[in-house]
C-alpha cells in the first residue's frame, strides 16, 4: 500500500481541526441566519475549512508523498523548541537574565558544542547587556528574578 | 519636543487650493522633521530597520513590536517617526541578504531572492544591490507624493465603503492572495480559513461574549498578531535553519562593483515605475500590502516580459520591480492608517496601537487634529529615504557583516530577542506559548510547502471581516441580497468568484495555466537552497 500524499495527510488534520472547532463551536450562540450571533461566523468558516480540506485531499491524490519529507533537523528544531518552552515557563519566575543565560548556555554548549566557556561568556554577555540596554537604557521592563537578578 | 506646527487645515485640502496647501503643510512638516530629536529618530529607525530587514527571521513586525515600549516615553511625533523609520529601513535592509545570499531578511523579499541572487552568481550582485536600493529609494520617494496628495481625497472615496464594501473588499483581499500563490489554491485557502479561525478567538465585538478563551484571560483580546507572526515566520525559519551548519559565505561587493551598466539601468526603469504604481495602491488595501505587492510585481514583469524564460536566472526587472513595490506598498499602508484609523496590516496596527498609547485617537479627522504628526510623518519619510539610500550602497560590507556571525550564536540571539520582543508588547507568558506554538505550525507547514501568508493576513483580517459581515447584515435586516446590490461590493464579489472558480479549475484538472505563470513564491525546499 502506497504511502499517503502529503496533501492527503494535511488535508485529514486540517479537517479534524474543523470538526473540533464544530464541536466547540456548539457553547457558543449561533444567533439567526438573517441576526448572526458570536457563533455564526466561526461556524461558517469552520465549515468552510472542512469542505476546503476535502477539496484538498480529493485534488492531492497524484501529489508528493508524506513519507518522502525530510525531518533531518528535527532533532535541533525540538531543542529550539524546548528552549522557548523553558523560556516561556522561567521567565516570570527566575527573571530575564537567568533565563536567557540558561537557554542560551543550553543552545551553544549543549546543542551545538561551542564549548562551555565560549558558551557561558556568550550567554552572559547577551543576558545581561540586553537586559542593561533594554532595561536601563531604553526603559524596557524585564522580570527580575532571585538576587536582583 | 518639536516646535509648534503652523500647516494647513487639513479640510482644505480636499478643495481647488490642494497644491499650495500641501506645499505648506510639507514645508511646516520639514520644519519640525528637521528638529534635532526628530532626525535622530528617524536616523535611528533607519539603521534599526535596515538591520532587522538584514536579519532573516527578524522581520519588520518583530523589529517594531520589539521597539515599542521604547517608545512609550517619547512624543507621539518621535514615536511614531521611530516606527516608521523601521519599517521602510526594514523594507531595505531585507533586500541585502536577499540579493547576496538568498536569504530574505523578511517575507516581502522573498521575490527578490530569486533573480538577486542569481545576479550574485553571475557577479552581477553589487548591480542588483543598486538598482534595488536606487529603486527603493525612487518608489519610496514618489509613493510619499502620492500619499501626501491622495490620502485626503481617497480617503474621502473610502469612507464612502460601508460594510459590504469592506466585506467585499476583504473577501477578494483573501481571494486574490490565494490565487497568487504558488501550489494549489486549495491549500492557500485552507491556510487563510485557518488564520480566520484563529482570528475568532476572543471577545465577539459586538455583544462582548468571549469566545475559545478557555478561562485564559490574556486570550481575552484575541490571538495577539505579534506572537503569531514572530513565530510563523521567524522561529520557523529559525527551526528550519539550525540544523544546517554550512558556512555563509559572506561577500560584499566592492563599490565600483555596485554601478549597473546603461542596459540594465534601461531595463529596470519601467520595473520601477510600474512597481511604484502598484505597490503604492496595494498597499492600501487591507492586508500584508508590502508582500502582495512584490509577489504580483514579479508576475507582472514576467508575464511583460519579451524574456520570460529569463526570470529565475538572473533578470533585473525580477528585483527591480518587487523591491520598488514593497517599498511603494510601505507608503500606501500609511494611506489607510493615518487617513481612516483603518490598519492595513499587521504593521500598520502596531503603530496605531502606539498612537493610542500616547492619547492620539487614530480615525478620519486625525489629520485635521494632528496635522502635525501627519506633516512631520510625512516629510520625515523624505528623509528617512535619503538616509537609507546614503546608508545602504556604502555600508552594504557593514550590514552583511552582521552574518558573518556563525550561525550557531546567531540562531540563539535570535531566539532570545524574539522572546524578549513578544514578552514585552504585553508582559504576557501566554504570547510566549503562542509564538513558540506557531513556530512549531510554521516549521510543519513550510515542511509541507505550505504558504504562510494567508494565516497571519486571515488572523489580520477576521475580526473586520466578522464585523462588517454582521454589520451588512444588520443594515439589511437579514437581507444576504445586499452584498449584491450595491455596485462596488457586487463588483469585488464576482471578480472573487471568478479567482476562485479559475483557481479551483487549476486544482483539480492540474492544468495550472496562468497561475502556472504566477507561481511566485518558492517553495520551501527551494527556499532552503538558500539557507545557511
Redesign the interface.
Known amino acids: 500500500m502506497r504511502s499517503p500524499t ?2 492527503q ?3 485529514s488534520v ?1 479537517a479534524a ?2 470538526l473540533l ?1 464544530l464541536w ?1 463551536c456548539r457553547k ?2 449561533f444567533g ?11 461556524l461558517i ?2 465549515i ?2 472542512l469542505a ?2 476535502i ?2 485531499i ?3 491524490r ?1 501529489g ?1 508523498r508524506f513519507a518522502d ?1 525530510r ?3 528535527w ?3 525540538a531543542a ?2 524546548a ?3 523553558f ?3 522561567a ?2 519566575r527566575i527573571g ?1 537574565r537567568l533565563t ?1 543565560l540558561v ?2 548556555v543550553f ?2 554548549s549543549v546543542v ?1 558544542k ?1 564549548g562551555w566557556i565560549a558558551g557561558a561568556v ?2 552572559g554577555c ?2 545581561f547587556g ?1 537586559h542593561y540596554l ?1 532595561n536601563h537604557v ?5 522580570p527580575q528574578g532571585p538576587f536582583g537578578l | 519636543m518639536p516646535k509648534e506646527f503652523v500647516g494647513p487645515e487639513s479640510d482644505k485640502l480636499l478643495g481647488a487650493n490642494l497644491v499650495p496647501e500641501t506645499l505648506n503643510g510639507l514645508l511646516a512638516g520639514f520644519a519640525m522633521a528637521f528638529t534635532p530629536e526628530v532626525m535622530l529618530y528617524a536616523f535611528v529607525g533607519c539603521v534599526v530597520g535596515t538591520l532587522v530587514g538584514v536579519l532573516p527571521g527578524v522581520g519588520p513586525l518583530a523589529g517594531i513590536s520589539l521597539l515599542l515600549p521604547v517608545t512609550f516615553g517619547l512624543n507621539p511625533v518621535s514615536a511614531i517617526v521611530l516606527l516608521a523609520g523601521i519599517y521602510y529601513g526594514a523594507m531595505y535592509g531585507g533586500s541585502t541578504t536577499s540579493i547576496l545570499m538568498r536569504i530574505p531578511g523578511e517575507a516581502a523579499s522573498v521575490m527578490t531572492c530569486i533573480d538577486g541572487y542569481a545576479m550574485t552568481q553571475k557577479g552581477r550582485g553589487g548591480a542588483a544591490l543598486a538598482v534595488a536600493a536606487v529603486g527603493s529609494f525612487v518608489a519610496g520617494t514618489l509613493s510619499i507624493v502620492g500619499l501626501m496628495l491622495l490620502a485626503p481625497p481617497l480617503a474621502e472615496f473610502a469612507l464612502r465603503f460601508g460594510p459590504p464594501e469592506n466585506f467585499a473588499l476583504l473577501v477578494l483581499g483573501l481571494l486574490v492572495l490565494a490565487y497568487m500563490s504558488s501550489g494549489s489554491m486549495t491549500r492557500s485557502l485552507a491556510m487563510a480559513a485557518l488564520g480566520l479561525l484563529l482570528g475568532m478567538v476572543g471577545m465577539d465585538t459586538m455583544t462582548g461574549l468571549f469566545r475559545f478563551e478557555y478561562g485564559l484571560s490574556e486570550l481575552g483580546d484575541g490571538i495577539g498578531i505579534v506572537p503569531v507572526a514572530v513565530g510563523l515566520f521567524g522561529i520557523s525559519e529559525i527551526l528550519i535553519s539550525a540544523g544546517q551548519s554550512t558556512r555563509v559565505d559572506v561577500r560584499a561587493p566592492r563599490l565600483r562593483e555596485l554601478l549597473p551598466t546603461r542596459r540594465e539601468w534601461r531595463a529596470s526603469a519601467g520595473p520601477i515605475g510600474r512597481g511604484t504604481l502598484l505597490g503604492f495602491f496595494i498597499g492600501i488595501i487591507p492586508g500584508p500590502g508590502h508582500i502582495i505587492s512584490s509577489f504580483v510585481s514579479y508576475s507582472i514583469e514576467r508575464r511583460l516580459s519579451k524574456h520570460p524564460e529569463r526570470f529565475g536566472k538572473g533578470a533585473i526587472e525580477g528585483v527591480a520591480g518587487p523591491e520598488s513595490a514593497n517599498n511603494s506598498a510601505t507608503s500606501g499602508a500609511f494611506v489607510p492608517m493615518l487617513a481612516l484609523g483603518l490598519p492595513s496590516g499587521a504593521v500598520p496596527a502596531i503603530m496605531l496601537a502606539a498612537l493610542m498609547i500616547h492619547g492620539i485617537a487614530p480615525g478620519p479627522l486625525l489629520i485635521q487634529q494632528q496635522p502635525q504628526l501627519f506633516w512631520a510623518v510625512i516629510a520625515s519619510m523624505y528623509v528617512g529615504n535619503v538616509v537609507l539610500l546614503i546608508l545602504n550602497l556604502p555600508m552594504v560590507g557593514l550590514f552583511v557583516n552582521i552574518l558573518r556571525v556563525p550561525y550557531s550564536y546567531l540562531y540563539p540571539s535570535l531566539l532570545a530577542f524574539a522572546t524578549l520582543g513578544v514578552y514585552a508588547v504585553n508582559n504576557s507568558v501566554v504570547d510566549l506559548w503562542i509564538m513558540g506554538g506557531a513556530g512549531l505550525l510554521g516549521y510543519v507547514l513550510r515542511k509541507l510547502e505550505f504558504e504562510l501568508a494567508p494565516i497571519i493576513l486571515g488572523l489580520v483580517l477576521a475580526p473586520m471581516l466578522e464585523l462588517s459581515f454582521r454589520q451588512s447584515l444588520a443594515m439589511s435586516a437579514g437581507n444576504y441580497t445586499i452584498f449584491f446590490t450595491h455596485p462596488i461590493s457586487a463588483f469585488m464579489l464576482s471578480v472573487a468568484l471568478v479567482l476562485l472558480l479559475l483557481g479551483m479549475r487549476s486544482t483539480f484538472t492540474r492544468a495550472e495555466g496562468t497561475r502556472a505563470l504566477a507561481s511566485l513564491e518558492p517553495s520551501a525546499s527551494q527556499a532552503q537552497k538558500g539557507n545557511p
Not at chain 1, 531604553?138 to 524585564?142: A, D, F, H, S, Y
Open positions: 502529503i496533501d495527510v494535511a488535508g486540517l481541526f474543523s472547532v466547540e457558543i450562540p439567526f441566519l438573517a441576526e448572526p450571533g458570536p457563533g455564526a461566523v466561526p468558516l469552520a468552510a475549512l476546503i480540506s477539496a484538498v480529493a485534488g492531492g497524484a508528493r519529507v525531518w533531518t533537523e532533532r535541533h528544531a529550539i523548541l528552549s522557548c518552552a523560556m516561556a515557563l521567565i516570570e530575564y536567557v537557554a542560551l543552545l551553544t551545538e561551542k556568550y550567554a547577551f543576558a540586553t533594554f531604553l526603559g524596557v521592563p524585564l
